[in-house]
């Protein structure tokens, strides 16, 4: 079983519709991200937590929500999903400094009609 | 805030072929230079990074070279395999309590 662990893999929704993605880890890490791909722009983060109670916006919040539920599970939501939302999302995790590696999910890519 | 540029945005090369990768970033703060690949349907995975106390760091047949003074840091590889095609992406942590800030990405394509 892989180790961070993002649902759906793939999804395709209407403008307006509320969505949400889904990330669990089993690496026991503390530190965990959403970033956003697109072509041409790289990853950019969207949200990034250091522990359950700890939520931070990363450069592109606006439009997005998280919630951290357990040490192992960090979810995003689009309250109100617009096409310019369409992309490939992963979710990562890291041990604890600031230099840690990330892991990387395999990613949910998003289409918003 | 802190800012990573990455060129080219795509590159093709012959197998056997060297392949070059190159970064710039913005913060001087900045310590610490990961490389990341991206295979075709998976997660980025890190494959070499560089600390700011080092100029030059290798590992078979990547290597990563920093020059602080000018603020850029390259990927190296050497004698490309087909396996080797993926998107790789640079990055930087700056002044910015840990958040890894990634350069756009690069395209590499090695032909057989």
């Known amino acids: 079983d892989a180790d961070v662990t993002q649902t759906p893999r793939n999804r395709i929704t209407k403008t307006g519709k509320r969505i949400m993605l889904e990330c669990s880890q089993t690496k026991g890490h503390d530190r965990m991200y959403w970033y956003r791909q697109d072509p041409g722009l790289g990853l950019r983060l969207i949200y990034y937590s250091f522990d359950v109670k700890d939520i931070n916006k990363g450069e592109i919040s606006d439009g997005y929500s998280v919630s951290r539920q357990a040490q192992a599970k960090f979810s995003l939501s689009l309250e109100s999903a617009i096409p310019n939302q369409t992309a490939l999302y992963f979710c990562?995790?890291?041990?604890?400094?600031?230099?840690?590696?990330?892991?990387f999910g395999e990613g949910s890519r998003l289409t918003v009609l | 805030g802190e800012n990573v540029e990455q060129h080219p945005s795509t590159l093709s090369v012959q197998e056997g072929d060297s392949a070059v990768i190159k970064c710039t970033y913005s913060d001087s703060a900045s310590n610490y230079f990961p490389w990341y690949k991206q295979e075709l349907g998976k997660g980025p995975q890190l494959i070499i990074d560089i600390r700011s106390n080092v100029g030059e760091k290798k590992d078979q047949r990547i290597a990563v070279t920093l020059n602080k003074t000018a603020k850029h840091f390259s990927l190296h590889i050497t004698e490309t395999q087909p396996e080797d095609s993926a998107v790789y992406f640079c990055?930087?942590?700056?002044?910015?309590?840990?958040?890894?800030?990634f350069g756009q990405g690069t395209e590499l394509s090695v032909k057989p």
């Open positions: 990562a995790t890291s041990g604890m400094g600031s230099t840690g590696e990330l892991f």
């Open positions: 990055a930087s942590i700056g002044n910015q309590g840990g958040k890894l800030i």
